[in-house]
């Protein structure tokens, strides 16, 4: 041949930037499982050099049939059907937890008491004293634990953060945000996991709800009181026997919240509106400016900042396209205005996840811990029970 | 002359479709001063054949140059600086109450007992009690009564309700509401009336928060019960003898709702959006369809009515451009595209007032009733109510 | 009575502000007979105090019942129904003609003749051959003359030229404009008169395109050369008689255009963009900055300009209502959000007029003049030129 | 362990549901190195089950430190210096070309010789005449050749197209395009090989036009003629060496095309358009509907088709997210409402490659052939053509 040519095998690309390798155990392979793992397998090469290479140990499921097929599918090197033998596994560092949410607790804390690092999807838990639970074992164990609270992730929103956060909108009056669905109000939807109150601890609230309300503490800060209500529109659905069955958790919620530091506003989700797939929106106003965001345009950020500009334009909003390489995570990605998607929060977020395993660092401010999936069960669990009383309730940590 | 030519007089015009006269007292002469005569003068040659022709016969307002000068600008025979002067005068047959909120009940009771027809801006009173008593009084006089809630008259508003009322959107599960300004942020902004409780009642709930919960009554139907909380960020401000004086209302409020139908939703009213100039923004989700529309988007109802579109389109809000010939008040207007603007809400509003006058007919469903006006001020005071006690309140009227 | 009151005459209004009364003669009571006329009466309280209070002296129409009744319902004094009658009324000093363009060369020279300002519907003339001798006339007579271009006078569109024309863009790239309607997609629609070439002069190109290229010109400049196509895509149609006629104008055309400052772009005009009812939008791309502008959201103007923003929000555009104080023609109006609509173009056009008749002061640059009818005549016929013969046509005035 | 451990391996995984295993070729390692090669390492478990697993064996570039990261990075297992030795690699079977246009011709051709398939960036070639070379070459060897147009693997582009063919829009009456971006505004930005003609044979027309070329022939049809004019507003720029060089591409173009159907609009391609980061935006009005499209807004379709819908809502656009599991490619992702990104197009096209070489299916009419690649430089000749010469050219391939 007549230049040079080289050779590099897969190890050696492993290797890349003396990355070291992490094993990571996945429970689950549904949903989450898949936009985990394609985290996982994304990271090192987007996101380059990458903290750490995470080696895909093992897939856990009770079918077996299926998990085997997701351990071939996205290149596992094992699979199990009992997630006790993925948390004892001594290859695997960080044990991803993607099961439904009354399989949080007992998985994640047997992962602590292992010593292995934590990623547990959201809600926490399915109450405030069980998240606590689980907040007490990671301390204990010393691990790193992160709540998938991905949307903190999204450049726009980290974007919102840390301009609420330095001060550039002033002092805060109001955070309003709604979490908008419409994937159950077919009455004959059947009764899934996610209605059922034993599996999921509640419905819309857990699920959506607890995503804004994670961006609210996020963005603006502790909420000091809440008043709301929980509603379901659809008393029973077909159960998997067939029969109709009663649905035990909210298929909406509404609700009012006084934070901390005086900002007041609203909070909503529901997975009742028709026409809204993944209608995530918030807006927040300051003495000096205001943001809005919807995810279902997550690449761009309203912002209202009229300080500077000349006087013809103060009144506006400008529709910012977060794509500049000076962006949050932006400069990881591609030229501006070639827009990323949904599932890139995640690949961000295992990069945070293991940047902070190998160098010791804090999951929190940017990453949700579990004293944050802790606190978001505690505000969960105040706007149920002013819901059932009919008053405000004080958010206690 | 080659042709013929013809000769009409004013007089002639005014007559014109055989319309007969109604004559007009004005009570106030500023911003909705200016709006409602705008509409008088407008509506008889815009929405033509007119049910009556509008006689400016007077106004009133207690600096003399001042109303004087609005008498010649806007072509009213008279001017009185006293309106009990208005009220007496034989000539008015609608007395159109542009007032503050404080002079809303004596001024219209007493038009009510002379046998005046009455169009009073919103709020209807301070409190559902003082409403209470103008409603007693109008109904005691028999004369047509009607609350200046002239969002009703926005096309696209109009179409909204006539879909939701129509069941187009089946049963409704949500209706959220905001209505968001911006104009006293600044703390040295001065206590104007707006900002005094014994004047205005209340601060952003009576001035924008009457509108919303005008439009959920309007569109959704009646609410039944209540959650929320009322705050005022800037504590004092600077009064007409220039010493800060305590602000004794709401600068905003937040509030859940659930409708006797069931119906659950937030509503809230700010004058600190930073950002937001006009920004009434309401959503409403049924079984069947979902509809939003935002009043600095005048002329566009956002639509999502999957029915019997195409599978490719159903997900989809069609942006309806409320402006063709057979949508609600379009056909005294332009070719579909040339779009109005908020002045014209009066300008039909007026035209149902004098059609009702004329031909005995009703104000409800589609003009706002001092009744409206009564339930309205009910429902204001039982979220302040439900935040002082932080309880929810039930709607009682 | 307890207090003053005052009594005014309509007369007395009329002399507000010292105001002088100037006779109009309104030709055509169809679309633009309304709208023209709308603008004399709302405008001297609207933008008050006014230069002049227009009095309805006369309107005229070949149909006697129809004009007698437009003549009632606008107010006016007389009704002609020959054009020749109204040119020659002494109490008439602005003659303005909504005519169909076939008329607009033969009265507008007549009421030049006869001493009156002229105000003239858009095109000005079917070539600019005929719009030469019309603007020849006018600069005979020393009379006031402008073109109906009322686009000029939307809020946005004169923050636009200002901002441009102040240099805040710096050095133009590119101007695209298109003006998209859809009402004559019908091959059953008929024959009506903007569908005769001898009558119109042309089809989608001088009703609509007239109007970019005045926006052409306006905001960026003169032209030096064009290219394009036109194209008849219904070549048949029912004509008054029942019977299939030959359209003989274009039902579109795209064009190409270099400015002689070397700002480079498209125009388009269609009346078959399924689905467009008044699309007018166009961009202007700076050294500096850009401008967008959407005629179906008349308030807005979008806005980038990165200079002085905070880097973060320097991406993007900034969506104004143009709706402050400080903006154009906006301290006449409402406050801030509460918007205006396409009617009120005229009212500022028609001011613009008045004033400029009282003061002896230029029509143009804001208004436009028969010269820049007469230009843009040019424009357009050299675009016709240029799609007959296949070539790039200069633009030679 | 208390159940089932089930073990697989990489291997195993890359045999997942029987696919074959296909040895890529990577030549480039820069901007679209990182998009195709992120495709190919994504597709399999995201468009599962895959085709055919591609096996990464080499990646060439003429920097040998920088080729050697980049097959780290991303994982071949050899790299290159020399695009020869790459080509002539047996165990590759698919030649990615993602070099400069320069480089587009010779190795394509080479790898076509040694019976590799082909898939290269766009433009395929400078001219009409080095393309007809390519398609001759890929004809005579028989191999799969594909042209990199991604936005035909747009799901919303897929669905536009999908749409015009099945004429759910009718006859096709425009199609008005642009692509705008803003990259190399400043006159001191380098002569960088995008803007040097021997290199890249021509500027924005070549790089931006040639997309929105390919789009008006996949979703319309064949252009029949064209005008336009092609401009360089930045004459000179810093070159490699520091002095100012002559740049000789285009910054812009703008022209008209007539389609042999009929259908007529405008074209339209800079970077020079200030805050248009990658704004390809383009529209379709066909004489039962309409569509429009916009790039940074990837995962919506504005559509009006208005014969099936309620009277109400005929007029509007509904913006569609597209992202229904059966909207095209939108099954292998994620629940609706979660979008997708750019770099997903590459995923899309890979796939349709790697199916067209292991089913032997044709890679027209969904992907672009070197055919649709020939044929859009022809195109492109012609627009150049026709502004050297100021007249109309026919498109003859």
């Not at 690309?13 to 994304?42: C, Q, R, S």
């Not at 804090?362 to 606190?375: C, L, M, Q, V």
């Not at 105040?382 to 958010?395: H, M």
Request: net charge negative.
């Amino acid at each position: 041949m007549s230049e040079k040519v080289g050779f590099v095998t897969m190890g050696q690309v492993e290797a890349a930037g003396e990355a070291p390798e992490i094993g990571v155990g996945m429970l689950g392979y549904a949903f989450m499982g898949k936009a985990h793992t394609n985290a996982y397998k994304t990271m090192p090469y987007m996101m380059y050099p990458p903290p750490a290479v995470p080696r895909l140990v093992a897939i856990a499921g009770r079918n077996e049939a299926a998990v085997a097929e997701a351990a071939r599918r996205y290149g596992y090197e094992k699979y199990y059907t009992d997630w006790r033998d993925l948390v004892a596994d001594p290859a695997i560092q960080v044990v991803d937890n993607g099961l439904p949410n009354n399989l949080h607790a007992e998985p994640s804390i047997a992962a602590a008491k292992a010593g292995k690092h934590i990623f547990c999807e959201k809600p926490l838990a399915r109450t405030a004293q069980e998240a606590k639970q689980m907040l007490d074992a990671v301390n204990a164990a010393g691990v790193k634990h992160m709540v998938a609270f991905n949307y903190r992730f999204v450049p726009a929103i980290r974007l919102a953060r840390d301009m609420v956060q330095g001060g550039e909108l002033g002092e805060i009056y109001h955070f309003r945000a709604v979490y908008l669905q419409e994937w159950i109000m077919d009455p004959d939807f059947e009764l899934v996991w996610r209605l059922q109150g034993d599996v999921a601890g509640s419905g819309a609230l857990g699920d959506l709800g607890a995503h804004i309300i994670d961006l609210g503490r996020f963005i603006v800060g502790e909420p000091a009181r809440v008043g709301g209500l929980l509603k379901t529109f659809i008393t029973d659905r077909p159960g998997s026997n067939g029969q109709r069955q009663k649905v035990t958790v909210d298929d909406a919620f509404e609700a009012w919240v006084e934070f901390d530091n005086g900002a007041i506003g609203t909070l909503e989700a529901t997975r009742f509106a028709k026409g809204r797939k993944n209608g995530m929106v918030f807006e927040v106003n300051g003495a000096k400016g205001s943001l809005r965001f919807n995810l279902e345009r997550f690449n761009e950020l309203e912002v209202h900042l009229p300080g500077n500009q000349p006087q013809a334009i103060q009144p506006g909003f400008t529709n910012v396209l977060v794509s500049e390489a000076y962006h949050p995570f932006w400069k990881h990605w591609w030229p501006h205005g070639h827009i990323i998607g949904w599932e890139h929060t995640f690949v961000h977020e295992v990069h945070h996840l293991l940047d902070a395993i190998v160098h010791n660092t804090d999951i929190a401010p940017y990453g949700a811990t579990f004293e944050d999936g802790y606190k978001n069960n505690v505000i969960m669990d105040a706007i149920t029970q002013a819901s059932a009383e009919g008053k405000r309730v004080d958010v206690r940590y």
